[in-house]
Each structure stands twice: as structure tokens, then as C-alpha cells.
């Protein structure tokens, strides 16, 4: 077999990814493709806000929006999405990212020096996430409706002040019991406030942004380095162009809260080629291959002795498409190792192997049960994770 730990020579060990495209471990593996684009971008140089506002522009007519800015991560495009919220209505808004910087002591104010600003955001409280944090980055303050039990739309009613409320914020939480969006929406809208939809682990296939979008959400952050493909320091912000102009003034290169948050030249024209490979891609086929793979997988895991396996679906956030697939692990009764032991184990070997072990991941059917994508395998990684599990469960 070619050898496949690139990371050998730095004395690390590379890590069999047999979880999804998860942050800790890199995101995604983006397509040679990529890295050309990214390779040709570097043999000279640009300005970089004219180079935002023309991936920006590739980003929104391709996703259905009308502007939308390349962020450092989804992270980012929350942060800048909450401080565009907060400076509505304010003298910012007469300024324009490709004119020159005169705009830096508006932006300073933020997080620290709010005053006349709104700044509170209201949440859902049976959907918060740690991602909330963004509105607390960008010196918002987070408000709580309803509980952690249930959300009535007269909650999220209740939680708005005419002076304070900035936005409505809300995560895209698929397997949970959560108010409809477009009530959400309709809330926020009725009390003359955006909404900004954290929809980041979420760009499954294309119809996604599209559909979030025509329900009337105002901000809507991606993922750059999940199931689009890209970097996994990449993000998207769509949404409202008067909106998505406020964040490009917050952005980097100008000295607003976003400075820190960089994109290379080469990084955002990266993730343009990403979206474009992205918008090239037949979804169904797509998910159907890797479905093949997960059934095939699904099989081989179900001959180990003590091991019983199925194949499960991760939600999408638009009803009736194909989700990415899972093949699953329960443990037998008379199994004498409990799961998280199997979990730990796999992640102790050599190579490490990391799976997900419910209820850590979004997979509603999936509680009680390590799960196993088959999506970013190299060769030999499957047999290598059933010599793994096999040689567990018989000693």
C-alpha cells in the first residue's frame, strides 16, 4: 500500500478519519483543484477588498443570495453577521468597503464601547450552541427565550425591546424540536429585526442556502471546510446586501473586529474554486455513492463477532434530500467491552481511528451507537478499522 501519513516526518501520526469533516481534525479534503487555484493566485498580488467583493459576488449569484462576503470560518461570518446587526442604523452605513478607510473609529467601538448601540441578540433557549459565543465576541449580549424544555413563539415575542434587540439568532438544530424558521423569521420581521441563521455544518447540497434564504432569513453563515469541500479556514456569510456590506466594513484588512480573522489571497480565491467544484457536483449521485460505500461497510462491520451495524442518515436542513450516511455500531448482549471503551481504543491505536460516539454528534437514531463515515477513507483505511474492531472484541 502507498504510504499515506504525509505527517510521519514531522514525528506526528496522521489520523484515520472515519468521523466526518470535523474542525479538530482539519474539515474537510479539498480537491487538488483547489490547491492549483490557490498556487496561481500566489505568483502575484491583489488588493484584498475588491478581491472579497468579487468572491462575494461568485458566492451569492451561485447560492442564491443577494451579496455575500468570504469569512476565515463560519465562526468569523457569525461574528461580523452579529457586529452588521449591531451597526445598523448607524453612520457606517454610509461608508463603502472599496473606498478609502475612513471608517475605523466607528468600528472600534465594538466590542467594548456600545453605548447607543442595540446589542441584544435573542436565542432560541432549547437550540443554544456553543457557537453562540459569536454574539458575546462582537460585545452583544445573548437573550434567552423560553427554555432549555420549550420555545412558544409568544416567548420569542416577550424577549424583544424596542431599543435593545439587534437580531434574532437562530441555529439550524436538525434533529431538535425546534419553532419553524419561518416563524422565527416572521417574529423578528413583525418587530423590524433581522435574523441571523447559524446554518455552518449545514451546506449538504445546493438547495440549502437557497431554500434558508427564501424563507426570509436576513444572515446566513456556511462552513467553507465541511461538505462544500474547501479549506477548513473558510466560511460564507449570505444574505441582506445593505447587511453583508456592514461585516465586508468589519472585515479584514480594516482594523474592525474581523482584523485578526485574515484570508489569504490564495485562501479566498481557494474558496471560490471550492464552490465552484461544489455547484459542478450532482448531490444525489453524490450521497448515493456514498451510501454504496456505507452499506458495503455497514456489512463487513456486521460479520465481526459481537458487533451488530446498520447504516443511518445525518439530517438535512431542507426536508427530502439524501443526507450523508453512516454506518453504525451497536454491541451484542453478551459483548464484554462497552462501547466508549471500543471508542477510546480506536482513538489509542496506531494509527488513531476517529469515530463518533453518540449522543456527541447530530444524528437523532444514532444515541447509544458509534458511527462510521465513509467519506474521507483512504485506501485501506476500511480494513484496517475491521482488523482494528475485530482484534478489540476477541481479546
Not at 38 to 45: N, V
Not at 149 to 160: K, M, P, Y
Request: net charge negative.
Amino acid at each position: 500500500m502507498k504510504e499515506q501519513d504525509p505527517y510521519k516526518g514531522f514525528g506526528l501520526r496522521r489520523v484515520i478519519n472515519a468521523s466526518t469533516s470535523l474542525t479538530r481534525l482539519g474539515g474537510s479534503m479539498p480537491s487538488p483543484e483547489v490547491f492549483r487555484a490557490m498556487e496561481e493566485a500566489s505568483r502575484a498580488f491583489t488588493r484584498i477588498p475588491p478581491l472579497q467583493s468579487w468572491a462575494g459576488r461568485r458566492l451569492a449569484e451561485a447560492l442564491g443570495a443577494e451579496a455575500g462576503l468570504p469569512t476565515a470560518s463560519a465562526e468569523s461570518a457569525l461574528i461580523l453577521a452579529v457586529a452588521a446587526c449591531m451597526m445598523k442604523g448607524t453612520e457606517l452605513e454610509r461608508y463603502d468597503p472599496l473606498q478609502p478607510q475612513a471608517w475605523t473609529h466607528i468600528i472600534q467601538r465594538i466590542p467594548m464601547h456600545t453605548e447607543g448601540l442595540r446589542t441584544e441578540f435573542i436565542v432560541l433557549g432549547n437550540s443554544r450552541s456553543e457557537y453562540d459565543y459569536a454574539i458575546e465576541c462582537a460585545g452583544g449580549r445573548i437573550i434567552e427565550a423560553g427554555s432549555k424544555d420549550e420555545v412558544t413563539v409568544n416567548d420569542l415575542r416577550g424577549a424583544f425591546a424596542q431599543d435593545m434587540t439587534a437580531a434574532y439568532y437562530y441555529t439550524v438544530q436538525t434533529p431538535r424540536k425546534q419553532i419553524p424558521l419561518k416563524d422565527v423569521i416572521k417574529t423578528a420581521h413583525d418587530n423590524g429585526v433581522p435574523i441571523i441563521v447559524d446554518a455552518a455544518p449545514n451546506l449538504t447540497h445546493k438547495r440549502v442556502p437557497r431554500e434558508l434564504l427564501r424563507e426570509g432569513a436576513d444572515l446566513v453563515a456556511f462552513s467553507g471546510g465541511k461538505q462544500l469541500g474547501g479549506l477548513n479556514c473558510t466560511g460564507i456569510l449570505l444574505g441582506r446586501r445593505d447587511l453583508v456590506k456592514l461585516a465586508h466594513l468589519q472585515s479584514y484588512p480594516f482594523d474592525g473586529i474581523g482584523r485578526g480573522a485574515k484570508m489569504s489571497r490564495e485562501t479566498i480565491v481557494g474558496l471560490v474554486k471550492s464552490l465552484e467544484l461544489f455547484m459542478e457536483r450532482d448531490d444525489e449521485a453524490y450521497y448515493k455513492a456514498l451510501e454504496a460505500k456505507t452499506l458495503d461497510f455497514a456489512r463487513r462491520l456486521n460479520e465481526i463477532p459481537g458487533i451488530r451495524s446498520g447504516v443511518t442518515y445525518e439530517p438535512t436542513a431542507v426536508k427530502g434530500l439524501m443526507g450523508p450516511s453512516y454506518a453504525y455500531i451497536e454491541l451484542k448482549d453478551e459483548s464484554k467491552i462497552t462501547l466508549r471503551r471500543l471508542h477510546e481504543l480506536l482513538l489509542e491505536g496506531d494509527p488513531p481511528i476517529e469515530t463518533l460516539y453518540e449522543p456527541f454528534f447530530v444524528i437523532p437514531d444514532a444515541a447509544g451507537r458509534i458511527t462510521l463515515k465513509a467519506e474521507y477513507l483512504l485506501e485501506g483505511d476500511e480494513q484496517i478499522i475491521i482488523e482494528r474492531i475485530r482484534h478489540i472484541m476477541t481479546n
